[in-house]
């Protein structure tokens, strides 16, 4: 595979990465029974980028946004940089099932008990 190829496999992988970052975070709050504002001063992040992580798939989260999220939700921070689209991923069995949860994925106002147990078990 060219270098040309490679890039382009890099970025038609971001999007799908970045889906399933907002719909990890919109599960993750939800399962706490967190609005929007209450999950940003817990983890001491700007209500809009939170907003922005969850409502715009182009959008790329700051790097301490992603940390202090890890660090509230008690998961490993660079799986959580590899979907906010800031690591690339070396994993191809991690990618794999982030990619099949971003497929999955519904919004999450129509979220099936699946997709919890899909969710819990990333």
Avoid: C
């Avoid at 496999?9 to 719909?23: D, G, Y």
């Avoid at 969850?54 to 989260?61: H, I, K």
């Amino acid at each position: 595979m060219d270098a040309m190829e490679q890039a382009e496999q890099t970025s038609s992988n971001v999007i799908p990465f970045k889906l399933a970052f907002a719909r990890f975070l919109q599960l993750a709050r939800r399962d706490r029974k967190l609005s929007l504002e209450q999950f940003a001063k817990k983890v001491d992040v700007d209500l809009v980028e939170l907003l922005n992580i969850e409502t715009d798939e182009q959008y790329t989260p700051a790097i301490r946004t992603v940390h202090q999220i890890a660090e509230f939700l008690k998961i490993p921070e660079k799986k959580l940089m590899v979907l906010a689209g800031l690591l690339r991923v070396k994993d191809a069995q991690f990618q794999n099932a982030a990619l099949k949860f971003a497929a999955r994925s519904e919004p999450v106002e129509k979220l099936s008990q699946r997709n919890t147990r899909l969710w819990r078990s990333m």
